[in-house]
């Protein structure tokens, strides 16, 4: 999908990728209302299950159709083993440390939310930042194009950290949600952008590049969540959350060096 949106992108002149990590966030906000409705009703979870399976099966036959055709590049399928492209390295270090941000979030707001703000409706700190990461992803394309790709890069580390030291030093009610919010707005439009720069790849089709890519990505997701668990045990999830305040500090430094070689 994130192939087809970047050869869709190059017929546009204005940016589009964020609105289709919008919806992409749109539809898991819808999943987490669909599955706490199904769960107020004690719907079965094979009921649950066979409801998503006919949801999906139907969405993907009507929106085959639609499909660009003809979408395969002619070059740039085949990896080439060796000195890392600079290129793609830079852009995969970038969504590592967007995805630990983003995984470890997925996996512990709510956590925090109840062990460390002591709130019983321990599921808003969750909601709270999907539902900015929506809304960062439908706007970050006006975003990018008023004030640049790069200085996006920037603002996104500035939120993130923004978010994380008003969580962890101000660990109560309000001022949490306002920094789940934060991170919301930061985390979300970092993936879109760098999916919109693997298009510019020299070395490697746009559908190798971002598999490449999202290799790195997969990476940050998985140990995202469970440094986060074993820092906790260490010392307290409050010094953990430390942890999304490093990656956010990290992307400044990594999108300097990506658009040193877009200057090239």
């Not at 600079?86 to 590592?96: A, H, Q, R």
């Amino acid at each position: 999908m994130n192939t087809q949106t970047i050869t869709l992108q190059k017929k546009f002149k204005r940016k589009i990728i964020g609105s289709f990590h919008g919806i992409w966030s749109a539809g898991g906000l819808t999943g987490v209302a669909l599955c706490t409705l199904l769960l107020k009703f004690n719907i079965s979870i094979a009921t649950h299950m066979l409801i998503v399976t006919l949801f999906t099966f139907t969405g993907a036959s009507v929106a085959y159709f639609y499909l660009l055709k003809n979408d395969r590049s002619t070059s740039g399928n085949k990896i080439k083993f060796g000195k890392p492209d600079p290129f793609i390295f830079y852009l995969g270090i970038l969504i590592f440390f967007a995805s630990v941000c983003e995984g470890g979030m997925f996996d512990w707001s709510s956590v925090y939310f109840k062990d460390v703000v002591g709130e019983e409706i321990f599921t808003l700190g969750y909601f709270t930042f999907m539902v900015f990461m929506a809304i960062s992803r439908f706007s970050s394309d006006r975003v990018i194009e008023k004030i640049g790709m790069q200085k996006s890069y920037y603002l996104s580390a500035i939120l993130i950290v923004l978010g994380i030291a008003t969580v962890i030093l101000l660990p109560y009610f309000w001022p949490a949600l306002v920094g789940f919010s934060l991170i919301g707005l930061g985390t979300a439009a970092v993936i879109p952008m760098i999916f919109i720069s693997a298009g510019d790849s020299t070395k490697y089709s746009a559908g190798m590049a971002i598999s490449i890519i999202s290799t790195y990505g997969i990476l940050g997701r998985l140990l995202g969540p469970p440094i986060i668990g074993y820092l906790a045990e260490l010392f307290s999830l409050k010094l953990a959350f430390l942890l999304f305040l490093g990656c956010g500090i990290m992307l400044i430094p990594f999108s300097r060096s990506l658009f040193k070689l877009y200057q090239k």
